[in-house]
């Protein structure tokens, strides 16, 4: 565990920079002690209402709370929600000056409302991407890539597919991080994880990763040993995982089983098997944006990806045994792994 130690203690002021769809989320919790008589639904009395950042804005969430400088790169709306949302990220020391304002989109806004620990209901408002030249992301996002990547020492891309990431902007991620030798991790939402590029690491859940094998065409399948696209059994995971790997062409893949764990592939070693640390399994959501996170900082920090590995897994069976999307403390970390 001293090495872990060490690696944890580097995480404070690495700087690092998160692209991608950010939103904001709402959270109304209440009780509930009888049926309304205007419909067949439960009356929540509300007790609580309160934001937190979500989206890739809950990975900068996780990074800062975790001593790192964290840069967020993304676009809000011209609204009210656009400003809460700033005011949060602010308040959690998370860099905004590459929250651009889009005067032609909404600010993602999710409203989940619970009451006795159980979600009653979840309230979504966002509106599609215009068609067109985007010309916030080509006169504002593109150059800052292009200005200020070198200040950085590790970029992740969290695609939640809202229409932030794409073809152009992955091209200038990778012409600016390879000139500066950045490792880049991204949480991918494209069945063909093939148009990310040459990034250090993709960290698909199970959903997702089936999806990704399922996009390659049964001849591909064949040559590079993918005998099902499944990830159910064992061997399923570790031949079809392996083979996904040497189809991408890239340094690694994590692949994160919830409840079940992850597992690790990088060229050249045997696929790595990591169970979960949960004691409890309350909620996956957010495990995801904890794993990317928590994963690209202990890179920065100088691990190697099965000890970033490892230190992720423990973040994330703190966060599923929470409700909600909520960003892990260096303290709890500490404790969890007993360091």
């Given amino acids: 565990m001293s090495k872990y130690n060490s690696i944890i203690r580097h995480f404070k002021g690495k700087r690092l920079l998160v692209i991608g769809d950010v939103v904001l989320d709402q959270y109304i919790k209440g009780s ?57 990220l602010q308040k959690r020391h998370i860099h905004t000056h590459g929250l651009f304002v889009d005067s032609h989109i909404d600010t993602i806004f999710k409203t989940r409302i619970i009451a006795q620990h159980q979600q009653i209901v979840r309230l979504d408002r966002e509106k599609p991407a215009r068609a067109g030249l985007d010309f916030v992301k080509e006169g504002k996002i593109l150059p800052y890539l292009r200005r200020r990547m070198k200040d950085f ?21 990778h012409e ?78 994590l692949i994160t089983l919830g409840e079940h764990g992850m597992y690790l592939f990088e060229h050249n070693k045997k696929p ?40 992720a897994n423990y973040a994330a069976g703190i966060v599923i045994g929470k409700m909600g999307a909520v960003a892990v403390e260096l303290d709890e970390l500490r404790q969890t792994m007993k360091l």
């Fill in 32 to 88: 509930v002690s009888r049926i309304s008589p205007e419909a067949p639904v439960p009356i929540v009395l509300q007790e609580e209402s309160f934001y937190t950042p979500g989206g890739a804005a809950n990975v900068a969430n996780n990074l800062a709370s975790l001593g790192a400088d964290v840069t967020l790169l993304s676009k809000i709306g011209d609204d009210i929600e656009g400003n809460i949302l700033k005011r949060e």
């Fill in 153 to 173: 020492e590790a970029v992740i891309i969290s695609d939640y597919g809202k229409g932030l990431i794409d073809s152009r902007l992955l091209a200038q991620v």
């Fill in 176 to 253: 600016s991080a390879l000139s500066c030798k950045l490792p880049v991790v991204v949480d991918p939402k494209l069945e063909d994880l093939r148009e990310y590029g040459q990034v250090s690491c993709i960290t698909p859940n199970k959903k997702e990763a089936e999806a990704a094998l399922k996009n390659i065409s049964e001849s591909a399948r064949k040559a590079f040993g993918i005998n099902s696209t499944k990830l159910e059994s064992k061997e399923d995971i570790e031949a079809n995982g392996r083979g996904l790997l040497n189809f991408l062409g890239i340094d690694s893949l």
């Fill in 272 to 311: 790595y098997p990591i169970p979960t640390m949960a004691r409890q399994v309350f909620d996956v959501s957010g495990a995801g944006d904890t794993v990317i996170s928590v994963f690209t900082l202990c890179l920065a920090a100088g691990a190697d990806k099965s000890q970033a590995a490892q230190i």
